[in-house]
């Protein structure tokens, strides 16, 4: 089978190999759709090391063989597996930091999500890792459920105030997903900031009132004349850019929040934190998600209560990968699916 892995900095190649074999407790999955996320394409670039380099976690498939001992799945089905899933026991589970785990990242899909097949452990299985998609959810609806659940872990922790106003700093598929909940959180006014025409164009599209580009305006000074020089109640930074923090920072109102869904790069360095404290600003990150927030993700698409399948602008199959990682850094693509 087809299969792609990272070869160092800057290089992901497909390669061929032996379809994975399955232990006791195991499945195995072909893949149909699997999302190609930002921070796949910074674990090419080797600018996000925290997590194992491995690729591809947005990925949904059908069953295609179970081990020894699996019950409640069989040949067909048609699920969304997770890449990772806490043990649900520890302390960091048991207070809310189920994705710090020391378990949570020790298994994930085997080779990755970009494969033509790919083993699930035994350890996301038997933890209630695998979901069965809805039978009137597409694959590529699918390829949304875990960039969703994060967006969805990200406002949770953040307390969206019925009536806020908010600022979201990046219009990628994150920040569009983001776009599209915060009015089921109650956010009154949505304003983002991106640089690309062509995803500002999607941001007003999907819901944002107001759209600017940093390049053209000082985002903090926009801000505060839209908000009557109040400034918005809460800034998401659906981006790694550091430029972007700083103007969040910058844009949210005294006592505002702000929050941390992007991987910024690595050493990123915020200045002016006594203004943190001064002007009582609190950032609140947000790493990865939980069946908790997945489950509540997949029932919002199939609901319709967020929009994907708008956002999907490129198929591109596995054997041509590089294209895939080319066209999602293009500011002209949305969200990139591979296929088989
Ligand atoms: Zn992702
Ligand atoms: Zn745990």
Redesign the pocket.
């Known amino acids: 089978m087809k299969a792609v892995f990272l070869e160092g900095v800057g290089k992901a190649a497909v390669k061929e190999v032996p379809t994975p074999s399955l232990g006791v407790g195991d499945i195995l999955v072909e893949m149909k759709a699997c999302?190609l996320?930002?921070?796949?394409l910074e674990k090419i670039q080797g600018e996000y090391t925290a997590a194992p380099p491995i690729i591809g976690?947005?990925a949904v498939g059908a069953v295609s063989a179970v081990g020894e001992d699996v019950e409640g799945l069989e040949a067909g089905d048609r699920v969304f597996p997770h890449h990772h899933v806490p043990c649900y026991d520890c302390d960091y589970c048991r207070s809310g930091s189920e994705t710090m785990c020391p378990d949570y990242r020790g298994h994930h899909l085997d080779p990755g999500g970009f494969s033509e097949f790919f083993r699930v452990p035994s350890w996301i299985v038997s933890h209630g890792g695998v979901l069965s998609l809805p039978t009137s959810m597409t694959f590529d609806e699918g390829a949304f459920i875990?960039?969703l659940a994060?967006c969805i872990r990200a406002l949770d922790r953040l307390q969206v105030d019925e009536g806020s106003e908010v600022l979201v700093a990046g219009g990628g598929p994150m920040g569009l997903l983001l776009v599209q909940l915060l009015p089921h959180y109650g956010a009154r006014r949505v304003i983002v900031s991106e640089v690309s025409p062509y995803r500002l164009e999607f941001a007003g599209r999907l819901g944002a009132e107001v759209v600017m580009n940093p390049l053209e305006v000082e985002v903090p000074n926009e801000v505060y004349r839209l908000t009557g020089g109040r400034g918005v109640d809460i800034a998401l930074l659906a981006t790694g850019s550091s430029r972007a923090l700083h103007q969040s920072v910058q844009s949210v109102r005294a006592g505002g929040r702000v929050g941390l869904v992007g991987i910024p790069e690595v050493g990123a360095v915020l200045e002016g934190i006594d203004a943190l404290v001064t002007r009582e600003v609190s950032l609140i990150s947000s790493n990865a998600a939980t069946e908790r927030e997945t489950r509540r993700a997949m029932q919002m698409i199939e609901e319709g209560s967020v929009q994907v399948e708008p956002m999907v602008t490129h198929h591109v199959p596995l054997s041509e990968f590089s294209r895939a990682v080319g066209v999602a850094r293009e500011a002209e693509s949305m969200k990139v699916i591979i296929t088989p």
């Open positions: 999302g996320c930002g921070s796949d976690h947005e875990e960039p994060c």
